[in-house]
């Protein structure tokens, strides 16, 4: 069966947390999850563009409910009022989609001195979930979904020895192929320990495949005349790129620690059906020691 965005169940009564859904993927995750009838919360680092996202779904879905939250993973300071507010304001949290991302930037660092796509890209999505979690715990079928990457296949490697290109000539593919292989470590590492606690929530990652939205603009050659037009129509749509995360967040036959993407060649484009990842992103103890830096950067420990 082809899945498409009318295969999204209700989601009435649903609370739906969704990063960086001004625009592109996450915005078409916030608005598919509204027009099903969950509450959306967008939240995004600039929050004037998020109202006038949040205004193009209300448009779209009269009556829908969304709302707009300041939040910018590249600043602990950022996410931690971030997570506390939100924690405060919904006590019941259904779905984290943890969608904002960096790709390809010139080197350069958030606020705490992390290098840029690392930091925004893992650290950020950490200690967000890190600060929600107490409120998705008690909450049958909740789900935290991580966006990953097919991105975590190349050049990809948590280099210990220097996570934030201290030491190294910066190479920018290879710095976001360790934020997205970070990602889904991330994901399968969570989901064990919610296993183990015997949790009511879930982890699940997911992978747009390679989708024509704004995260591309820093691709080389990309500003070239045609080259935007032509990307928009040998790529994933945002719409359909978007479509592996909401199956992630919502089919009621998703198991935690999977990993959905694009049925298509390599994965690059289509509808979504389960991935495959890198033998290196199965790597527990790879994992366990991301885990254990992940805390000691961001001072965010989990309740599980």
């Known amino acids: 069966m082809t899945w498409i965005e009318k295969n999204v169940p209700d989601q009435s009564g649903r609370l739906a947390i969704v990063t960086g859904s001004n625009t592109g993927l996450g915005y078409d995750n916030a608005r598919a999850l509204a027009a099903r009838g969950a509450k959306v919360v967008m939240a995004v680092r600039d929050t004037a563009k998020g109202e006038e996202a949040a205004a193009r779904i209300r448009k779209l879905t009269p009556g829908a409910e969304v709302t707009v939250h300041k939040l ?3 600043s602990l300071t950022s996410v ?7 924690a405060a304001a919904h006590p019941r949290i259904d779905l984290l989609i943890n969608n904002a991302g960096v790709m390809y ?8 001195g992390f290098e840029l796509q690392f930091g925004t890209n893992h650290l950020g999505h950490f200690a967000l979930t890190g600060l929600l979690l107490k409120n998705l715990l008690p909450v049958d079928n909740s789900r935290v979904v991580v966006v990953a990457s097919i991105a975590h296949k190349i050049k990809a490697k948590i280099d210990f020895d220097d996570l934030h290109w201290e030491k190294r000539s910066y190479d ?3 710095s976001y192929g360790q934020s997205k292989l970070a990602n889904l470590m991330f994901a399968y590492d969570l989901q064990r320990r919610l ?8 982890a699940v990652a997911a992978h747009p495949g390679v989708a024509a939205t704004e995260l591309s603009r820093h691709v080389p050659g990309y500003e070239l005349p045609g080259v935007a037009w032509l990307f928009g129509k040998v790529l994933n749509t945002s719409e359909v790129g978007a479509l592996a995360t909401l199956r992630a967040a919502t089919d009621p036959n998703v198991k935690g620690g999977q990993y959905w993407g694009p049925d298509g060649f390599r994965e690059m484009r289509g509808y979504p059906e389960l991935a495959t990842s890198s033998e290196q992103s199965r790597d527990e103890a790879i994992q366990e020691r991301l885990w254990k830096v992940s ?3 961001t001072g965010v420990t989990y309740p599980v």
């Open 195 to 202: 296993t183990a606690a015997k949790a009511k929530t879930i």
């Open 105 to 112: 930037p010139p080197k350069s660092t958030t606020a705490d």
């Open 172 to 174: 920018k593919v290879a």
């Open 295 to 297: 805390e000691e950067l």
């Open 72 to 74: 910018d993973l590249g």
């Open 80 to 86: 931690r009022t971030a997570g506390a507010e939100l």
